[in-house]
């Protein structure tokens, strides 16, 4: 029996008697990072490194969380655990499993590069390695985000002289903070929708500060959008909500940009291919870094991946999941396969 087991409930760690990312209630969850398909409603207690126990609370109310430090073990039933950089958004984790002398290491979702503001991913080593694999195909590979903040902040001045308002869809934990740390303030004025405005007060709240913006709400000139960019979550395109700005040109930042025909479906005039998830090239880094034999994919292109793994002369199985990773329309997968 593995150290750690798929069940229909989630990861499960049957010494400690625990759950990683568990999707339906379980009496003790430990959790990677706070987006829904990981985070979930319904558990008794949970467990979660200190940056990201603010925003859990936010997203799920008043649970009942312990919280430890990045590097911090404890102990459960004879298992050490401890989270670990994973990268990928603000609070993301790795949970590192020991247990005499086995170690697995259960990423979550991650990235290598650092962003700027996400804890920067931090390299374990281990035996086996439960990996997601969201763009587990050679056709993504990252541009440099340096590139792409450039890219956004040109788009963002060219419109901003037209009088033309700048949205840019973006996660409203993760990217759209990224983003906010790397626009060009001199341009114009910068505003968050609601959804990111409020993630944004629980980040400030765990003590990472962001730059400066305004809060789209009512009551504002139409005429003060002329100017500015406005991050909003990718629910908002075509919406009600967006009425309020009298002429707009539609950004979609995300790695399925990378895709031909993604923009067009998203219905976006400029699409920005930037992922808080690992590239192809990342992918296979991070499994030859660690060191590990064995290697579980759990979401994205699993079966593709860990086809692949194996003919480089690992231990690869899929393991299922009910994570999703950055989402992807039902379109674009059918371009894929096409």
Request: hydrophobic share 35%; charged share 20%.
């Amino acid at each position: 029996m593995n150290l750690i087991e798929s069940t229909d409930k989630g990861l499960y760690c049957a010494q400690a008697d625990v759950y990683i990312d568990p999707w339906k209630p379980v009496n003790r969850a430990i959790i990677t990072h706070g987006h829904s398909d990981h985070a979930r409603t319904g558990h008794k207690a949970y467990v979660c490194v200190k940056s990201s126990k603010a925003i859990l609370r936010h997203r799920l109310g008043p649970i009942k969380v312990t919280t430890y430090d990045y590097g911090e073990q404890f102990t459960v039933n004879g298992v050490n655990f401890s989270f670990h950089p994973a990268g990928h958004v603000i609070g993301s984790a790795q949970i590192r499993v020991e247990y005499k002398g086995e170690i697995w290491v259960v990423t979550g979702d991650y990235k290598l590069v650092d962003d700027g503001i996400s804890e920067a991913y931090e390299q374990l080593q281990c035996h086996s390695f439960i990996t997601e694999s969201t763009f587990g195909l050679p056709v993504y590979n990252w541009t440099d985000q340096e590139e792409v903040y450039t890219d956004i902040n040109n788009w963002w001045s060219d419109n901003a002289e037209e009088n033309t308002t700048s949205l840019l869809t973006a996660y409203s934990l993760g990217k759209a903070q990224r983003i906010l740390q790397h626009l060009d303030v001199d341009i114009g004025p910068i505003y968050c929708h609601g959804a990111i405005s409020n993630m944004n007060d629980k980040i400030v709240e765990s003590g990472i500060p962001l730059n400066p913006y305004h809060k789209v709400k009512d009551g504002i000139n139409p005429k003060d959008f002329e100017n500015a960019i406005v991050l909003a979550p990718p629910s908002s395109v075509g919406s009600a909500w967006m009425k309020r700005f009298k002429k707009s040109s539609i950004g979609v930042a995300s790695g399925w940009m990378a895709l031909r025909g993604a923009r067009r479906r998203r219905g976006a005039d400029r699409g920005f291919v930037l992922s808080d998830h690992c590239d192809w090239k990342s992918l296979n880094q991070a499994v030859k870094d660690t060191g590990a034999e064995n290697i579980y994919p759990t979401h994205g292109y699993t079966d593709i991946f860990s086809q692949w793994l194996n003919e480089q002369g690992y231990h690869s199985k899929p393991i299922e999941t009910a994570f999703i990773g950055e989402t992807l329309d039902v379109a674009a997968i059918e371009e894929i396969k096409s």
